[in-house]
């Protein structure tokens, strides 16, 4: 049995609609989904006699645990980002002087509440140690990466 054009035609549109709709609205969920499953991810470039290193610190819940790493076997960076992936509650960054006896606060940073972007978020430090003028150069950016 055939429906006459008058219903047929509605109907095929209607139709047509309701695909259309599901097709997009399948396509905000995967979207969204793959937005909810990105990360935060602290991204630092140092530069440090004449060397650069990119360091990448994830979000902790305990602050206490992050290590301090070795640049040149002169100075010592650390970045300590205490949050979850959904959120990031703070970041602090430590650079230290690392003379033979015990390392020495230099410069210490804090953000409160970032928000993942692709723009710096410390903007470009410039640290010096005391002893012969050694300099360590640092930028950060807190990015969104997915897993």
């Known amino acids: 049995m055939t429906m ?3 219903i047929a ?9 309701v695909n259309f709709v599901m097709s997009a609205g399948f396509l905000l969920v995967s979207l969204g989904s793959a937005t909810a499953l990105a990360k ?3 991204r630092c470039t140092i530069d440090q006699g004449g060397s650069t290193q990119v ?18 076997n002169q100075f010592r960076f650390k970045a300590v980002v205490v949050g979850d992936a959904r ?5 602090k960054i430590y650079t ?7 390392p ?19 903007g470009v430090n410039y640290v010096y140690s005391p002893r012969l003028e050694r300099e360590l150069r ?5 990015l969104e990466v997915a897993p």
Do not use: W
């Open 4 to 6: 006459p054009k008058e």
């Open 9 to 17: 035609a509605p109907m095929l549109c209607f139709t047509r609609r």
């Open 40 to 42: 935060p991810l602290l």
């Open 55 to 72: 360091l990448e610190f994830g979000p902790e819940s305990e602050p206490y645990t992050a290590k301090a790493i070795d640049i040149n």
């Open 87 to 91: 959120k990031i509650e703070y970041i």
């Open 96 to 102: 230290y002087d690392f003379p033979k006896r015990q």
């Open 104 to 122: 020495v606060l230099l410069h210490e940073a804090k953000y409160m509440a970032p928000v993942a972007g692709s723009v710096s978020l410390t």
């Open 138 to 142: 640092y930028e950060c950016a807190l």
